[in-house]
């Protein structure tokens, strides 16, 4: 089998981890090309050896690669998305808020055989919230904590003159759902978006957000009452170079491709 060549949209934190994985080697996998703002202009990064991929403009990544990871900010998903759809590629998206106001994205994977794969990212269970959804779900309720400097630029502070980094104790400064949360907090709560999808969906699953002036893992709990299993589940992320982000995403990016090429595939 000829090695699955990857795309990797957006060279930020998860951008960076992700190449900085390929790079050491992942059987079957090859970083082919890298989508950035000045294809002229690289950016530094140590390649261990290996030659650098190519360094493209967003739009310019479907002809090198047969599936894009999409880690860039979320406005952009349309348009690293659709080129790969058309050509009946996969798409990895890791703004999975960003989908909610594209749904025509679906539309276009469906009509040319594309697809789009939401990876658990920094959230853990969409393996068994989906099992779960197979029957019913009576509730998904999440709880999720960041650090304060975690939230700074959400539309959704900004909009109400909060200014995050003056709070001194853990302080409620969301709730609402999924799809609010989307909007409010772009670059903070996919994770909240990713479960709706696997669950009940953005207008039914309920959130918290605190913000935590002790905090120094984004936290996420979520339960899930239905009628197969109770779920009470929690993850503590340590933070990446984006204190937004939290470092397994990048992780399962990786574990995600991998299972694309594996004889032995684990997990829903
Ligand atoms: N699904 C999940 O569980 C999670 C999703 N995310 C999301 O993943 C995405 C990426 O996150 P990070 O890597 O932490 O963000 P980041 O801010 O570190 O990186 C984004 C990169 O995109 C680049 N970029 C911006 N405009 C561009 C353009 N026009 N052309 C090319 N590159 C451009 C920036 O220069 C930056 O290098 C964000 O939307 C974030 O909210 C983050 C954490 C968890
Ligand atoms: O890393 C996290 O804790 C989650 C996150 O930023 C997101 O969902 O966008």
Redesign the pocket.
Known sequence: MEDLRVGV?????????IASQLAQGVEGIRLAAV???NPDAP?EFDWQGRTPPRFV??EELEPHCDIVI?????H??P?IATPFLKAGKKVV??????LLGHPELVDLARAHNGQIL??????LGLDAILAAAEGTIQSVKMTSRKPLKGFVGAPFLEKRNIDVMSLKEPTLIFSGTAREAASGF??????A??VSLAGVGPDKTLLEVWADPGLERNTHHIEVVSDSALLSMEIQNIP???P???RI??Q?AIALLRKLRAPLSVGT
Do not use: D, M
């Open positions: 949209a957006g060279f930020g934190a998860i951008g960076r981890s989508g950035v703002r950016p403009l967003l999409e880690c860039a900010p979320a952009l998903l348009r998206s890791l703004s999975s808020g960003a939401v990876p658990s990212g920094a959230i772009p670059a903070n709560l996919n994770v978006v990713s990446s170079e984006n937004k982000t939290g995403t990048a399962s």
